[in-house]
């Protein structure tokens, strides 16, 4: 069955930074479109990020875009999510979503990212 399962969330001051991962499976990761969803505490989801490669899309939220980066690692069946320059404003809880032609079908249990001094 499919299974998303991400680590790497955790304290860090402003400025700082983190790298979120995703390990996947049960689906062809390689060929799959993900995506990085955030929910901040008290607040609706947020996207943040999409990479297909098949497609030849990477694209970031205008919030994010600048300080944060997605890339996959075939071989690993990985997604990542490289945060840099973090802000208060990026606290919440990062899922990683399968996208199968913009309907997020599957989703990871997430990983909590608290921004703060």
């Known amino acids: 069955q499919v299974q998303l399962v991400e680590s790497g969330g955790g304290l860090v001051e402003p400025g700082g930074s983190l790298r979120l991962s995703c390990i996947a499976s049960?689906?062809?990761?390689?060929?799959?479109?993900m995506s990085w969803v955030r929910q901040a505490p008290g607040k609706g989801l947020e996207w943040v990020s999409d990479?297909?490669?098949?497609?030849?899309?990477?694209d970031y939220a205008d919030s994010v875009r600048g300080r944060f980066t997605t890339f996959k690692d075939n071989t690993k069946n990985t997604l990542y999510l490289e945060m840099n320059s973090l802000k208060p404003e990026d606290t919440a809880l990062y899922y990683c979503?399968?996208?199968?032609?913009?309907?997020?079908?599957?989703w990871g249990q997430g990983t909590l990212v608290t921004v703060s001094s």
């Open positions: 979503v399968r996208n199968d032609n913009w309907v997020y079908d599957y």
């Open positions: 049960g689906f062809t990761f390689s060929s799959a479109w």
């Open positions: 990479i297909n490669t098949n497609r030849g899309i990477v």
